[in-house]
């Protein structure tokens, strides 16, 4: 049974369709990527999962059962990407209040809210005000609210947004265990080399309709190896004399150049060698990048 | 339902523990005792002080009458007015006026009284003195020396004083209230004063803790933090949570400054050391109220809540910050004055048509027709149809308010109009 099944839901606000028969499937155990430009609908889209926004039309569905049900949203984790914190509370009267919102019973988020506390290394900070943590730390008591009841989806608004390397390699690393556990995970971001690292399988959507889904690996199979990258010395001009390039995204001695259909990556490497000294001639897999610019270019 | 509870116990926790609420619990009975007490203890710590006052009797026959009537003794057994005679020859009145101010002025009298012998056909007689205010005191001379003057003219007439005495006895007006069924209650008098202080409890309610529930959504909308509350619990239980626990809030506080007046009504007295016969004279008994008063005292305190809160509550999704309230939050604050404005009116004439018409009103209900229960029972049907008014439009409020509150919570930037609030209501 998949763990969260999005069946062509839409939703109009208005004039404007903010999300447009949109259907996905996500796994247990996945890693699941939602990309696409500022306002492409993912946050609509994820408001929607949250039944926070009721969807216009079709149905979303969590371990099978409708997401209407508040016990089946009790399974679920959520990070906003509007993340506030109740500034006058203590930090362990807020996480209980999450944990209890999320229907545990004192009992068992007690032990839990230790632990976790812990692992963060804010054991110290539990009596402090929220409005006394820094934005960082902050940051991570939201985190900890969404998996502090070993939810089975977990849903993730650009969850590294405004995080130091090191909290950010913390959360990465949860997210990790959290997958390991058997919980699907669905997150946005606009880092494309972090999604590319780490998701299983991505959805892209822009304006409102979905435009590419599936497993990282079979879309940069699907997406063609015709993938050049040069690295040289001297003139460029050989990226736009001749039909072979498609586009290209140039960093002055290192390209990465996607060809046109059927265009021989060997043309283009005689044609730059007239022009410029190359050190390195490669046809590579395209990266969660070039996929992403090329396909909302596209569309 | 565990998770109206958890909000609710949040709102009600986050506020008790505030060093306001403490503060305000705390100070506002013992406001209302000070305003209570305190006038009538400052009468008693002057009054106790004993009295020389002069007296210029230019008619010689008042005086003893005045030493004689005026012969209360404070508790160390001092007389509390001593009147003495001065030597007065009419010619050298004013002289002798000259030298008991001066006495007056080094403190060695405390006023001095002229009965001119024109005082049988005049009926004026001057005091002077430091302090003039003292009305108790004042009181108390006038009535001695009336009395004396009195005396002095039923003699002169040649009547029977005894007679006379009978024949212009004062009449006391003794007023009681007509209760359900007929029933005759003896009104001490103050019942209209408690009436007014139940009311203003009623408009504080509405106010206070209408607004209260009204700053916590904005609270929760400014710091936004309600986008991960509303993932968890359903708006419109995330609302009732906080209008229960606000409510639970106000009951208790009420309940304890209703406790502490009580034990002050009761025990008080003794802890301040005063005797019972100087209570009454301070006027801090509270008088009893029939028991269905109170019943529906509470009825309309709670039902009066629910409506305002659930407004407020409505008023704060809309907005972005306390300061956009503001300036939305007269027309609702003018419901809650309109009614509490009439309220004078109502206690005055309960059964006006106009009275009748303002108490079914829902929105004035609250104030305008627990006036006019506590001023004069009204017909059954009128309380029946006003409840029946009252519930509906709570209810229908809270259906109205929960869609705003569902939409209105994730609005940020742009205050809506009206027409897109009432699109809220249609497609949320």
Redesign the interface.
């Known amino acids: 049974m998949q763990t969260l099944q999005i069946d062509s839901i839409g939703k109009s606000f208005g004039k404007l369709e903010a999300v447009k028969d949109l259907s996905l499937v996500v796994p247990p155990g996945t890693m699941y990527g939602f990309l696409g430009p500022n306002g492409a609908g993912k946050t609509t889209t994820i408001r929607m999962i949250m039944e926070i926004i009721l969807p216009d039309r079709g149905q979303i569905l969590i371990k099978g059962r409708p997401n209407t049900s508040r016990e089946v949203l009790d399974r679920v984790g959520y990070l906003p990407e509007e993340r506030g914190v109740y500034p006058k509370m203590k930090v362990i009267e807020a996480l209980e209040f999450f944990a209890e919102l999320k229907g545990m019973k004192k009992r068992d988020h007690a032990p839990k809210i230790n632990e976790w506390l812990a692992r963060f290394g804010m054991t110290e900070v539990r009596d402090k005000k929220m409005n006394e943590l820094s934005k960082g730390n902050q940051q991570k008591i939201q985190f900890l609210t969404t998996v502090l009841h070993a939810p089975d989806l977990i849903i993730l608004d650009e969850p590294f947004m405004g995080l130091d390397p090191l909290n950010a390699d913390l959360i990465k690393d949860v997210m990790l265990e959290q997958k390991a556990r058997g919980a699907a995970i669905v997150f946005s971001t606009h880092q494309m080399d972090l999604a590319e690292k780490l998701c299983d399988a991505i959805c892209l959507i822009n304006k409102g309709q979905k435009v590419l889904d599936g497993e990282v690996k079979h879309l940069k199979r699907n997406f063609g190896r015709n993938n050049v990258i040069l690295a040289y010395d001297g003139n460029s001009d050989f990226l736009k004399q001749n039909g072979l390039v498609k586009d290209y995204n140039d960093f002055g001695n290192y390209v990465e150049v996607h060809l046109r259909e059927g265009a021989s990556p060997q043309a283009l490497l005689a044609a730059a060698m007239q022009q410029a000294e190359i050190s390195r001639f490669e046809i590579a897999e395209p990266s969660l990048h070039e996929i992403f610019v090329a396909t909302v270019k596209e569309n | 339902m565990?998770?109206l509870l958890?909000?609710m116990r949040?709102e009600f926790l986050?506020r008790v523990k505030t060093k306001g609420f403490i503060i305000g619990t705390i100070l506002t009975p013992v406001f209302l005792i000070a305003m209570m007490v305190v006038p009538g203890l400052l009468l008693f710590l002057k009054s106790d002080k004993p009295k020389q006052i002069a007296v210029i009797d230019q008619t010689g026959a008042i005086l003893d009458s005045l030493t004689a009537t005026l012969s209360e003794r404070n508790a160390s057994g001092q007389r509390l007015y001593t009147f003495v005679k001065p030597e007065a020859r009419p010619e050298e009145i004013e002289t002798l006026k000259k030298s008991l101010s001066e006495q007056v002025d080094r403190s060695e009298l405390d006023g001095y009284i002229v009965i001119p012998a024109s005082i049988y056909e005049e009926g004026q007689a001057d005091f002077y003195g430091k302090s003039v205010t003292n009305f108790r005191d004042n009181g108390r001379i006038e009535n001695a020396i009336s009395r004396a003057v009195t005396a002095q003219r039923i003699q002169q007439s040649g009547l029977d004083s005894k007679q006379v005495r009978q024949l212009v006895r004062r009449v006391n007006l003794k007023t009681f209230r007509i209760a359900e069924g007929g029933k005759e209650e003896e009104d001490q008098g103050r019942t209209k004063t408690v009436v007014w202080i139940l009311v203003a409890f009623i408009y504080m309610a509405m106010l206070v803790y209408g607004q209260m529930v009204m700053r916590s959504v904005i609270?929760?909308k400014s710091?936004?933090?309600?986008?991960?509350?509303?993932?968890?619990?359903?708006p419109f239980h995330l609302m009732a949570g906080k209008i229960f626990g606000v409510g639970a809030l106000g009951l208790v506080q009420y309940s304890l400054w209703a406790l502490v007046m009580g034990l002050l009504s009761r025990y008080g007295v003794k802890i301040m050391g005063l005797s019972a016969s100087k209570l009454t004279n301070a006027k801090l008994a509270m008088p009893s109220l029939p028991p269905e008063t109170l019943v529906f005292f509470i009825v309309f305190f709670v039902l009066g809540y629910l409506l305002f809160a659930a407004m407020y509550a409505g008023l704060g999704a809309m907005v972005n910050s306390d300061q956009e309230a503001q300036q939305l939050v007269f027309p609702l604050v003018m419901l809650v004055i309109i009614p509490f404005l009439c309220t004078f009116y109502i206690i005055g004439s309960p059964n006006s048509q106009l009275s009748v018409i303002l108490s079914l009103i829902p929105f004035f209900a609250p104030i305008t027709m627990f006036a006019r229960i506590a001023a004069q029972t009204p017909p059954a049907w009128q309380i029946a149809l006003c409840l029946a008014l009252l519930v509906a439009t709570i209810l229908g409020m809270i259906w109205v308010v929960g869609r705003i509150y569902r939409v209105g919570v994730?609005m940020y930037g742009k205050r809506p109009t009206l027409p897109e609030v009432i699109k809220w209501i249609k497609y949320a």
């Open positions: 565990d998770k958890t909000v949040r986050s609270e929760e710091s936004r933090v309600i986008e991960a509350v509303i993932s968890s619990i359903k994730l």
